[in-house]
Nanobody, 119 residues
Framework: QVQLVESGGGSVQAGGSLTLSCAASGRTPSIRDMGWYRQAPGKQRELVASITSTDSTNYADSVKGRFTISRGDAKNTVNLQMNSLKPEDTAVYYC?????????????WGQGTQVTVSS
């Protein structure tokens, strides 16, 4: 089992910055990938950014060049630095992690944190 706790959401004006953090606890040595999804009202959840255990990263086209994902030294935390925020970035952001134990793969989710960007 892995538990995720997110922090860092809030309200900011367009052009501003926020940093989201997510800390995993529990069976953390089995964590493989970590990342962030977001869901805006009336829209489907979409991948924002992900990072593998070897620090390979992937970003949605809409956030490339503005957001940066990183993992802590202990590999059980993931941060999302969000710069040049736009109103369309407004959503609930969910941290996730993929745990692999032998051949069993599970995905765990955080509770979500609200990001609101005003114009």
């Amino acid at each position: 089992q892995v538990q995720l706790v997110e922090s860092g959401g809030g309200s900011v004006q367009a052009g501003g910055s926020l940093t989201l953090s997510c800390a995993a606890s529990g069976r953390t040595p089995s964590i493989r990938d970590m990342g962030w999804y977001r869901q805006a009202p009336g829209k489907q959840r979409e991948l924002v950014a992900s990072i593998t255990s070897t620090d390979s990263t992937n970003y949605a086209d809409s956030v490339k060049g503005r957001f940066t994902i990183s993992r802590g030294d202990a590999k059980n935390t993931v941060n999302l630095q969000m710069n040049s925020l736009k109103p369309e970035d407004t959503a609930v952001y969910y941290c996730y992690t993929v745990q692999q134990v032998v051949i069993t793969v599970k995905t765990y989710w955080g509770q979500g944190t609200q990001v609101t960007v005003s114009s």
